[in-house]
């Protein structure tokens, strides 16, 4: 399996396929981070078309095990953020 795709390398790409410099890529992929971040933190969800559904979803008061000690305990309601990835994506990489 290959390495992952750095943010040098992403900005590089997103720069030669806008056929743009790498400081507006940069600040494109920057601004893209921060609008889906907002609106997550608000409870909202973003869909990314072609890539898929980002969203927050609130997970309840649960029981958990420490496994080092095998303790049971309760942990606090939390949230979590979602990736539901798009059909499209699965079907091009299964394709």
Known sequence: MS?????TQLVAAVADAMGGDKKTASAALDAIADVVAKEVA?????TLPG???VACRARPERQVRNPATGETMMKAADKQVKF????SLKDSVNG
Not at 84 to 87: E, L, N, P, Q, Y
Request: no cysteine; net charge positive.
């Open 51 to 53: 890539l898929g559904k």
């Open 3 to 7: 390495k992952p795709m750095t943010k």
């Open 84 to 87: 539901t990835i798009a059909k």
């Open 42 to 46: 608000s409870g909202g969800a973003v």
